[in-house]
């Protein structure tokens, strides 16, 4: 997750940018499809382990710390605090990805993914209208 997260690149406004950040969603929910029941282990686990819990912590902040620096790049600023809006993109990413697997609600891959990169791409990088490819 660390080097996901350090593998994000600079996102722009335009299609590179919207296509840079898709990319980089794609790669998360693979990522996730295929660790899901571990992370999910390991999530429910923290609550009553510490140690966990502290290593939770540092993957959480190296995570986070790759969406500070991308947030912190747009001008003007999309949102009055990178991190607490890199915190929301977690919240969002991770659980889009894990409804999306456990088909808590149908959703076809493609279309999860480009609903996820439009709403980020618009709200936080100043991504244009895209129409439907």
Do not use: C
Not at 31 to 38: A, F, G, M, Q, S
Not at 66 to 90: F, I, K, M, Y
């Amino acid at each position: 997750m660390v080097a996901l997260s350090e593998s994000l690149p600079s996102i722009g406004p335009g299609a590179d940018g919207y296509r840079d950040l898709r990319a980089w969603l794609e790669r998360f929910y693979d990522l996730y499809l295929h660790y899901h029941p571990v992370l999910r282990a390991w999530a429910e686990t923290e609550v009553s382990n510490l140690d966990l819990a502290r290593m939770g912590a540092g993957v959480l902040g190296g995570f986070m710390t790759g969406l500070v620096q991308r947030l912190e790049e747009v001008d003007p600023p999309s949102v009055p605090d990178p991190t607490t809006a890199a915190v929301a993109v977690v919240a969002m990413v991770e659980r889009f990805s894990y409804f999306s697997i456990i088909q808590l609600v149908p959703l076809e891959r493609e279309v999860m993914l480009d609903t996820l990169a439009t709403i980020l791409h618009k709200g936080l990088f100043a991504g244009g209208k895209r129409r439907r490819p």
